[in-house]
T-cell receptor, first 114, second 113 residues
């Protein structure tokens, strides 16, 4: 089972460039999340989705956009990358976190903005 | 606003000893979930244990148990008989009824042989 797959795993961007991170899950999960993790800190929620066609802002949404056109995919976009967006990005999914208690994470995507 | 606090940036523990990792939380939401995750140096996030706010008993998963004290708003992780492979970052997190997961800053646990 693939579980949660993130692509790309590494990327270097110049300031002002745009890119999209793709998260794909094959577990038919309703809920999907995008987090960022900076050194010495826990994860911070960027955006999340509670079902196909829905998205919502998390704790640090500025500078990012998301889309959930298909249930299995959750895309994170950076329209104009900034050095402050250098981070490790994690995607996660779950069936119903309040009942099962488990989020399934991708392996992370390391983004560097120069 | 919801908040998770992990007061121990780092801990050293002798192999085979039990270890308690502290986590306190703040929320006014009556319904919430508490999680612990492990992040080894390889970077992946590994789910350890979950406690729902209405669960009457403390959650246990193998060597992991969660010491849930609702009145004190604490959800400490207890690892019994620690092993060298337990060396990692440990994160406490809380999810409220709005599906947002708030994470603590983590505790770096090092198990000494």
């Amino acid at each position: 089972n693939a579980g949660v797959t993130q692509t790309p795993k590494f990327r270097v961007l110049k300031t002002g460039q745009s890119m999209t991170l793709l998260c794909a899950q094959d577990m038919n999960h309703e809920y999907m999340y995008w987090y960022r993790q900076d050194p010495g800190m826990g994860l911070r929620l960027i955006h999340y989705s509670v079902g196909e066609g829905t998205t919502a802002k998390g704790e640090v949404p500025d500078g990012y956009n998301v889309s959930r056109l298909k249930k299995q995919n959750f895309l994170l976009g950076l329209e104009s990358a900034a050095p402050s967006q250098t981070s490790v990005y994690f995607c996660a999914s779950s069936w119903d976190p309040m009942n099962t208690g488990e989020l399934f994470f991708g392996e992370g995507s390391r983004l560097t903005v120069l | 606003a919801q908040k998770i606090t992990q007061t121990q940036p780092g801990m050293f523990v002798q192999e085979k000893e039990a270890v308690t990792l502290d986590c306190t939380y703040d929320t006014s939401d009556p319904s919430y979930g508490l999680f612990w995750y492990k992040q080894p140096s390889s970077g992946e996030m590994i789910f350890l244990i979950y406690q729902g706010s209405y669960d009457q008993q403390n959650a246990t998963e193998g060597r992991y148990s969660l010491n849930f004290q609702k009145a004190r708003k604490s959800a400490n992780l207890v690892i019994s008989a620690s092993q060298l492979g337990d060396s990692a970052m440990y994160f406490c997190a809380m999810e409220d009824s709005n599906y947002q997961l708030i994470w603590g800053a983590g505790t770096k646990l090092i198990i000494k042989p």
